[in-house]
């Protein structure tokens, strides 16, 4: 055991290029890093591929990664394994759970010394996801990117329904009239929906767009442990479920529903997280998506752009009883700050890298299409902190369980948010869980 | 849903005329064997079913997250249980669930069980049609029915037209899983139903044809009397099973809409893993078990008394 610590640290050092290369002359296995992931589909290969590059780039360490289901399932196991020792070495999480999993004791804080002896700065990832990367004054994160919402939209339904400018993209839309009149256009004009947007049972759309919409009127979601959006949020979740009420947008789509709806051609607008823009590049590449399509950020409905978003980083697991050596960590923050140099390859994911070098780079600006709603990033609001709060928390669960019943029209939205409160209520009362 | 195969109950089955009891020498050599035969089975009950349980009684007398226990609280959860009007509407949900699947389960078993029975020469066919959909696991059963049932694309809209989205809807969504769950689950019920058919002897039914009985007065005269205590068996069985309902209405409607097709244990479930309150969710499972033990006693008193 002892020989095999020397090694990994002998590893882990050459591979930071901290030894010379006659070091790492007995070449055995490598030192092998465990990760656990939740990207699947798209995001899941690109991962793949990055891991793939970073241990190819170095003999020492080798980062083998192990994707979970999304959501409940993947924070659950990552949680209870991370209290009892048998975490990961590395983990994805949202940054919107690290309230959560910091406070509650899941993830190990990465000290000063330690993010400088890996040469990770905070003054290279933007301010925002920075200091979305602390908890209590620590750091247990670095921020890979943010994933907003946007306005997806099929040119050649906007062009019937008049909304495109001469050159083809969309006509500034500003204001709730404005973006509903566009809907409308394109359900009237062409006969197909309007809008597609996920709205079935369990669907996380209308909380994202809801706080985005809260956002931009500058009403607090929660004060003094209190939900406190008040009128402006029964409002807000009224104006989007008559979208679907009057007919612009069908209801009850789960997921892959509303996305095959847009990307078939049977919608105009699609409103969902620029995640789907690795399989719209992809048809327009096979010739399979048969429109063109555009892409704005979240129009301004208000006083501003707000828009919903969250970031994927990598954290380490606390694996209580079991800390981690300083060699392996050296060789897990390796593995972070080779991911963020590299995250271009990210950045085809849609993804808004959180590593500046590489998101003001000239050809990250060039890169088509996140050129088009990379503005998106100045404008971000994530979930309030709180532990209940963040992807795939209790109270976005909750929210997923009531807001579309709004939408569907079986609940006014009155009825829908008192539902909702009166159960999210219990959370916000009740003490952080130390897991 | 639980299939209960391996706890097929025979005690109600007509049994043999009791043996006389072995005189007392003999049981004492016979004492090791059957302890050792026994041995398996109570290690793995004890360590898997009593041993978790009696965790779990003593996990819902305290606050606890997932994985830490924080404080002992006696009964607090369970006073906080009596009052929670979730946890009431759960098990609305579930007994809605339980009527509108226990009675079509074991009435259309009975039905194919019969048919099965009769048909001779399609026998394995449609024993075969029959059983076929119960080997599927859950998330393919779910997959398909939720591609079927899709508002806009589904077979099902596509067949009765209109664009409702089934599994949203209020008054749709837990009759609908409802009606999956007796396509998928029926089969088991026929078999066993059938296994009770093979037991009633042929001299029997000779015997009443030869005193010119036909048609339903041999079920009524015969089939009915003889196959009631497996019928009752599968009764129990399947109510048990159905309030144990749980993967159908987690995968298709996520307990939607607002809740109204959540089940008890879905209702423990996010209690426990998206709320981290390990310790209520405990005081749940606890409750619920003696709703179940209680309902069980019920069904076999009525059993016994129409018996």
């Known amino acids: 055991m002892v020989q095999r610590r020397r090694f990994v640290a002998a590893s882990a050092l050459g591979a930071l290029g901290v030894l010379p290369a006659r070091a790492q002359k007995h070449r055995q296995t490598p030192a092998e890093l465990r990760l656990w992931t939740l990207l699947s589909g798209g995001d899941g290969a690109r991962m793949r591929a990055l891991i793939d590059d970073f241990n190819a780039s170095q003999p020492g360490v080798r980062v ?115 973006l509903t009149a566009a809907f409308k256009g394109v359900r009237a004009r062409t006969g197909k929906a309007g809008l597609a947007m996920e709205s079935g049972q369990g669907s996380y759309a209308i909380w994202r767009l809801w706080l985005s919409l809260l956002a931009q009127r500058k009403a ?91 970031s994927h980083a990598f954290a380490i697991p606390a694996n209580e009883g079991k800390p981690m050596p300083p060699e392996r960590l050296r060789a897990v923050l390796a593995f972070m700050a080779y991911v963020s140099r590299h995250s271009m390859g990210w950045a085809e994911g849609g993804h808004v890298p959180a590593y500046r070098p590489v998101a003001e780079s000239a050809a990250a600006r060039a890169l088509m299409p996140n050129a088009l709603y990379a503005s998106a990033a100045q404008n971000v609001v994530y979930d309030p902190d709180g532990w209940y709060m963040g992807a795939a928390g209790p109270v976005e669960s909750m929210a997923s369980k009531f807001m579309p019943g709004a939408l569907s029209g079986q609940l006014t939205p009155a009825e829908a948010l008192g539902m909702f409160e009166k159960e999210a209520l219990r959370l916000l009362r009740k003490r952080p869980p130390r897991y | 849903m639980s299939r209960g195969a391996a706890s097929l109950n025979q005690t109600q089955l007509p049994q043999p005329a009791s043996r006389p009891a072995p005189a007392g020498s003999s049981v004492r050599a016979e004492g090791l064997p059957a302890m050792l035969l026994l041995a398996p089975f109570v290690l793995a009950f004890l360590l898997f079913f009593l041993g978790p349980a009696l965790q779990t009684l003593y996990l819902s007398l305290t606050e606890s997250s997932l994985t830490r226990t924080s404080a002992f609280v006696g009964l607090a959860n369970y006073a906080t249980l009596v009052q929670d009007p979730s946890f009431w509407a759960s098990l609305g949900n579930t007994f809605y669930f339980a009527l509108l699947t ?47 049932l899709q508002p806009s694309s589904g077979i099902i809209n596509h067949l009765v037209g209109g664009q409702r989205a089934w599994l949203s809807d209020v008054h749709w969504a837990l009759p609908v899983v409802a009606i999956g769950t007796v396509w998928w689950t029926v089969g088991f019920n026929m078999l066993m139903l059938l296994a009770g058919l093979r037991n009633i002897p042929a001299e029997q039914y000779e015997a009443a044809a030869l005193d010119g009985a036909r048609g339903f007065t041999l079920f009524r005269a015969i089939t009915w009397p003889a196959l009631k205590p497996v019928f009752g068996t599968a009764l129990l069985l399947q109510l048990i099973a159905s309030l144990k309902v749980f993967g159908q209405t987690y995968i298709l409607t996520s307990g939607g809409p607002y809740n109204t097709s959540r089940v008890t244990l879905h209702y423990m479930y996010e209690t426990a893993f998206t709320q981290s309150d390990a310790g209520y969710a405990a005081a749940v499972a606890m409750a619920f078990m003696f709703v179940v033990i209680a309902l069980t006693l019920v069904a076999r008193l009525v059993a016994k008394r129409s018996s």
């Not at chain 1, 330690?114 to 996801?129: M, T």
């Not at chain 1, 907003?148 to 062009?159: D, G, H």
């Not at chain 1, 209190?226 to 612009?248: N, P």
């Not at chain 2, 029975?117 to 024993?127: D, E, I, K, P």
């Open chain 1, 64 to 178: 083998v990664s192990t994707t979970l289901k999304w959501g409940e399932p993947f924070y659950t196991k990552l949680i209870t394994s991370a209290v009892v020792g048998a975490g990961p070495d590395i983990a994805t999480v949202h940054l919107s759970r690290l309230p959560n999993l910091a406070g509650g004791g899941v993830l190990r804080p990465i000290g000063a010394p330690e993010l400088a002896a890996a040469g990770l700065k905070g003054s290279d990832y933007f301010p925002r996801q920075w200091e979305k990367s602390h908890y209590g004054g620590a750091n247990y994160a670095i921020p890979l990117d943010l994933h907003p919402l946007v306005l997806y939209y099929n040119k050649n339904l906007a062009r019937q329904a008049g909304v495109l400018d001469g050159a083809g993209t969309l006509k500034p839309i500003v204001g709730y009239e404005a």
């Open chain 1, 220 to 310: 607090p979601l929660i004060e003094n442990g209190q939900f406190a959006y008040g009128r402006a949020g029964v409002e807000e979740l009224a104006k989007v479920s008559a979208w679907f009420t009057d007919g612009y947008a069908p209801a009850g789509l789960d997921y892959p529903a509303s996305t095959s709806q847009f990307m078939g051609g049977g919608a105009g607008f699609m409103i969902n997280g620029v995640w789907e823009v690795p399989e719209l590049v992809r048809a327009t590449k096979g010739g399979t998506l048969g429109f063109d399509y555009g892409i704005v950020p979240l129009p301004r409905l208000y006083q501003d752009a707000s828009v919903w978003t969250d």
């Open chain 2, 102 to 148: 226990v009675i079509p389960l074991t009435g259309i078993g009975l039905v194919m069980a019969l048919l099965v029975h009769r048909f001779v020469r399609a026998q394995s066919w449609l024993q075969g049609a029959f059983f076929l959909p119960y080997v599927l696991p859950i998330s393919v059963v779910t997959l398909i029915a939720d591609w079927m």
